[in-house]
């Protein structure tokens, strides 16, 4: 890992949440994806961290995303979308790469359908945030630099 990498934090976004703020505003709210990412890098920045931003509908652009994070990230905050309940590739993924990973919802899953209470992601999260709107987003970046121990 570079030195850059040590101080660079991957924030993931899976499917459908390029369309946030137009997308079930009353679940998601009304804050686009450009506004997640601002919030995130603006939190990482505070804290003395860079972060890099991926969203992609397709499964394996995330995978690549996270294979190549063991050397450019020093840890990983993804909302994986709907792929939190169905991709055991991208559990394993996170798993591989052995950096310190924080899943984060915008909604409470565990309010809405059954098939959104299990997730694959969970058990290799370092930490998981859920329905604390986009303002999880901000928190999540805040608890990576603290497991990170900045």
Request: aromatic content about 4%; cysteine-free.
């Amino acid at each position: 890992m570079t030195e850059n990498a040590s101080r660079t934090i991957l924030l993931l976004n899976g499917p459908n949440l390029n369309l946030l703020g137009t997308r079930e505003p009353e679940i998601y709210g009304r804050e686009t994806l450009a506004d997640v990412e601002a919030l995130a890098r603006s939190t990482a920045q505070s804290l003395g961290f860079e972060l890099t931003a991926v969203q992609s509908n397709h499964e394996g652009v995330l995978l690549d995303a996270i294979h190549e994070a063991r050397t450019t990230a020093a840890g990983i905050v993804i909302n994986p979308g709907a792929f939190t309940h169905t991709s055991i590739a991208l559990a394993d993924a996170i798993s591989g790469v052995e950096l310190p990973a924080i899943e984060v919802h915008i909604s409470n899953v565990h309010k809405r359908e059954a098939f959104r209470h299990h997730s694959y992601i969970s058990p290799v999260a370092s930490s998981i945030i859920i329905g604390a709107g986009v303002n999880g987003y901000r928190l999540a970046v805040e608890q990576m630099a603290h497991l990170l121990g900045k």
